[in-house]
Every structure is written in structure tokens, then in C-alpha cells.
């Protein structure tokens, strides 16, 4: 059984192929659809499996193509694309085969670049948009739901449930802490709509949220560390706009993620140390919405940013 996040994203190699050693859970769906973020975590760690030593994945791009089953592993086959003394490109296929059929299903393709270290001519980091509260004085979610929400009352035992089925798989494999300051944290992802929040005030394009976030568990390999942000940054994009907009899941026929851009500015950041992940939402319209996460270590410095589109379906409209 899955019990660590490198658990989550291991695998095992096939022939060309690499199969997760794992099958996929849910996170954010009642259904038996499993968290986008495995399509990402263990397409990019095949890659890394491929690539060879000296170079470190700066960029990572991809479609979701269709939902990943619960009841399936997933296979990854990467493919090299270029080779150079500086750049190395795959193309990773990441695939399910359905209990109906032999004949595997395309789930997600991705494009991943890796880069060798070079020497810089400038340096330099921006800001998250606001200052937000140190990891060591914000709460862990799981005081922040027990305490703050269920013992005093604030949201009902359902509820309680609820949120923990739909948000309970990132709390078994790193710790969230959520900023005071974000919106997140002060609506229970969304859940409690009618909570009146300190950005009330602002445009939904100048709203945030953030959290310090590391994994619970080593990470032994640089493939890991990589494969595992990407598997964290995935996600809150795709329901932010309805968070930031005092609506939730049962507000919308279809709320996920279209495709994905994952860009790492740091050859080699440690996810089991301390990072501040801050989203935002850039727009929304003709059914969709575009987001972005941004993320910097202790120290200041960006670490990484992914930006997605994502489906946003109004109730009751037609599907394609």
C-alpha cells in the first residue's frame, strides 16, 4: 500500500515502459477518478528514469486528455525527442488500460525539457504578491478544520466528512499549512460560501492564497523531488476561481484541468524542506478559467510556477 509521496509516485520498468508501482487515488471528486496529479508526478519521473546524468528538468508541458480511473496503473513511455550537450527533450505518453479492454487509453502527453547548468549572467527573484505568515506561526490543516471549523461549531459533521474525503490524500503525504491571509484558509477551501473574507473587497484577479508545504517523507533522487512538486502544484488550480468566488464544487457541471505548463527555476529543490506556494486567477470566461501557482523556498528565492486552463461548466449546459 501507497503510504509515502515517493510511494505515490514510484515505478517500475517494463520493458520501454515504466508502470506506476501504485494505482492512483482521488483527491478533490466523490467519483472514482483519480487526482490529476499523478498524469504529471509520474510522467515527469519517467522521464527522469530516461534522462541522462548532469541534467536537471526545467520545463514540463502537457494535456489531459482524459480522466485516470482508481482502478488501473498507469503506464509511462517516454520517448526521446533531442539530444544536445546542453538540452535533452522526451515526450511521455502517460496511459491506463480500462478493465474492459487490453488496449491501453491515453491519458495525458507531455513534452519534458532538462537542461545542464550553466553560468549566470543575471540573478535575480520576484515576490510573492503580499507578505504572508511564517510556516512556524500558521496551523497544520488538520487543526485548522478540527479546531477552528468542526469543535467550534462552524460546519456541520457532514461537512466535516466531506472535506476530509475530498482533501484528506495531500494530508497523508505532506504537511499544508495554510496562510491566515489566503482565501483558502479562511473558507475552507471554499466549502463555507457564505464566509465573508478579508479580500472581499478586491477583483477576483487580485485575490490569493497560499500555504508552506513539504513533503512528510525522504525524497531520495533529484527524479522524486521534481516529480513530486509537480504532483503538489497540480493542486487547487482548477477549483480556485470558484474558492476565490464564494462558490464550490456543486456549483458547476465539470470543474477540471484542461492542460498544464510546469516551469522550474532551481536545479534541484528539496521538497521535504519548507516551501510558500501562493495561486491566483487570472481569468475566466467561454467555460474556462486560467490559474497559476508560484512557489519559493525559505529563502525567498522562485522555485518553480505551474499555470493551467481548466473547464468550468456551467450547470446544465451542454457537454461535448
Not at 478493465?99 to 547548468?117: A, G, I, N
Request: glycine share 6%; with cysteine.
Amino acid at each position: 500500500m501507497a503510504t509515502t509521496l515517493a510511494d505515490h509516485i514510484a515505478l517500475s520498468k517494463v520493458g520501454i515502459q515504466y508502470v506506476s508501482s501504485h494505482k492512483p487515488q482521488r483527491m478533490g471528486n466523490a467519483a472514482p477518478i483519480a487526482y490529476g496529479g499523478y498524469d504529471i508526478g509520474l510522467g515527469i519521473h519517467a522521464a527522469y528514469k530516461t534522462a541522462p546524468a548532469g541534467f536537471h528538468l526545467y520545463s514540463a508541458m502537457g494535456h489531459y486528455l482524459r480522466a485516470v480511473s482508481t482502478d488501473a496503473h498507469l503506464i509511462c513511455t517516454p520517448t526521446e525527442l533531442r539530444s544536445t550537450r546542453n538540452f535533452v527533450t522526451y515526450r511521455v505518453l502517460v496511459e491506463q488500460k480500462a478493465q474492459s479492454s487490453d488496449k491501453p487509453r491515453l491519458c495525458m502527453e507531455l513534452l519534458v525539457d532538462f537542461h545542464k547548468d550553466e553560468p549566470s549572467l543575471l540573478n535575480y527573484s520576484t515576490q510573492p504578491t503580499q507578505s504572508y505568515t511564517h510556516w512556524q506561526n500558521c496551523l497544520p490543516w488538520d487543526s485548522v478544520v478540527e479546531d477552528h471549523w468542526r469543535k467550534a461549531g462552524k460546519i456541520a459533521e457532514e461537512d466535516f466528512k466531506t472535506f476530509n474525503t475530498l482533501f484528506g490524500l495531500p494530508r497523508n503525504l505532506y504537511e499544508s499549512r495554510p496562510c491566515p491571509e489566503g482565501i483558502t484558509g479562511q473558507n475552507l477551501m471554499g466549502m463555507v460560501k457564505t464566509t465573508q473574507t478579508t479580500q472581499d473587497h478586491l477583483s477576483p484577479t487580485a485575490k490569493t492564497s497560499a500555504d508552506w508545504f513539504r513533503a512528510k517523507h525522504p525524497l531520495p533522487t533529484e527524479g522524486e523531488h521534481i516529480a513530486s512538486l509537480g504532483f503538489i502544484m497540480d493542486g487547487l488550480l482548477s477549483f480556485l476561481p470558484l474558492t476565490h468566488n464564494h462558490m464550490f464544487f456543486d456549483d458547476a457541471d465539470a470543474c477540471s484541468s484542461l492542460d498544464f505548463a510546469f516551469r522550474v527555476f532551481s536545479p534541484n529543490p528539496k521538497v521535504d524542506e519548507w516551501h510558500l506556494r501562493e495561486v491566483v486567477s487570472h481569468r475566466a470566461g467561454y467555460g474556462r478559467t486560467y490559474s497559476e501557482s508560484r512557489v519559493w523556498d525559505e529563502r525567498g528565492v522562485l522555485v518553480a510556477c505551474m499555470t493551467q486552463q481548466s473547464i468550468l461548466r456551467v450547470p446544465g449546459s451542454a457537454k461535448i
